[in-house]
């Protein structure tokens, strides 16, 4: 390993400049709906660690790739790419049927006037046990629509409501990829992540709740829409809610919702034998940027911790902590 070396850092800045260009490209100049999501974020660490790479010299191509075997060998990276293919095929699993089972059967006990509240709460519970934003979005925005056609709300306001209960749902799910990196890289539990978060986003969520209510009284609703549900299909999820909340590992938890959500689309004939076994498929699969993304940024840092990277990093931080400590006594 080599001595402190703050060049070191510069594939990090290379995949933050590539990132937010093409991003702001994508988002404001092609004005491409969520823009962001649009960026190819393996493609941008591909380039990073190409920069690395170059950087590294001295050693052989042999020890390089040596180098970043290392870094995607390590126990906390095969422990996040495990879990990123169970909860891909939890999602697999239960799927939009769930979903709607979730959301109509709220809407069924709640008054047509409170219909986006209800959406909000129905997308942040979905995003939570699912731990995707994206994909919850993806699965209610539908449901958005419908009670837009049905009940008077503007469809706007509807899909609105549904990316932001998303959003905070997702930063409080145990089974996030985000909140998975985020964890094990720190060596912190899940349960410590989720109340940290609950205390920073409840606040801005009940903010939301009265803006969308003040929307809500303020409209002119002509009635509500209903569908056929089976409650029943809600189970897979609260198992997994209450396993994270108590602190269950998050492989027993995922085991648990991925069983019991086999179990119930069987028995509910929601699917098929090989209707379900291709949904785990398709879910593990939905996971592969993820799972890149993890190999990557492990052979990355790899390569940057060798060149003096972190260290340059840690020395820099270790400075500006001593000098507020000066000048705090002083």
Known sequence: MKKSNALALIPIGVFVAFYLT??????????????????????????????AVIQTRGVSLDKKFEIMGQ???????????????LAGIFVGVVGRNSAESVAYFLLSITPPRFALVVLFVISAFVSTAMGTSVGTITLITP???????????????????????AMFGDNLSFISDTTIAACNGQGCK???????????????AIV??????????????????????????????????ISGIIGINVFLTLIIGIVSGSIIMLLTDAVNFPELLSGMGSGASGMFETSMVAILVAAL????????????????IRRVSEAKKADSSA
């Open 143 to 165: 449901i958005a629509v419908a009670i837009s056609t049905g009940s008077g709300f503007s469809l706007p306001l509807c899909v609105g409501t549904v990316v932001g209960g």
């Open 190 to 204: 899940m349960k410590d992540k989720f109340r940290t978060n609950l205390a920073i986003v409840v606040p801005a």
């Open 71 to 85: 870094g995607v060998g390590d126990k906390n990276i095969i422990t996040m790419l495990l879990i990123f293919l």
């Open 208 to 241: 939301t709740l009265v803006l969308i209510t003040v929307l809500s009284l303020g409209s002119d609703i002509t009635g509500g829409i209903m569908k056929a549900y089976n409650l029943i299909e809600i189970i897979p999820y609260i198992l997994v809610l």
């Open 301 to 316: 840092c790899a390569l940057i911790k060798y060149n003096g990277g972190f260290d340059a990093l840690l020395q820099g």
């Open 22 to 51: 093409l991003g702001i490209v994508f988002e404001y100049v092609m004005k491409m709906p969520m823009g962001f999501y649009n960026v190819p974020v393996v493609v941008a660490f591909l380039v990073a660690l190409l920069v």
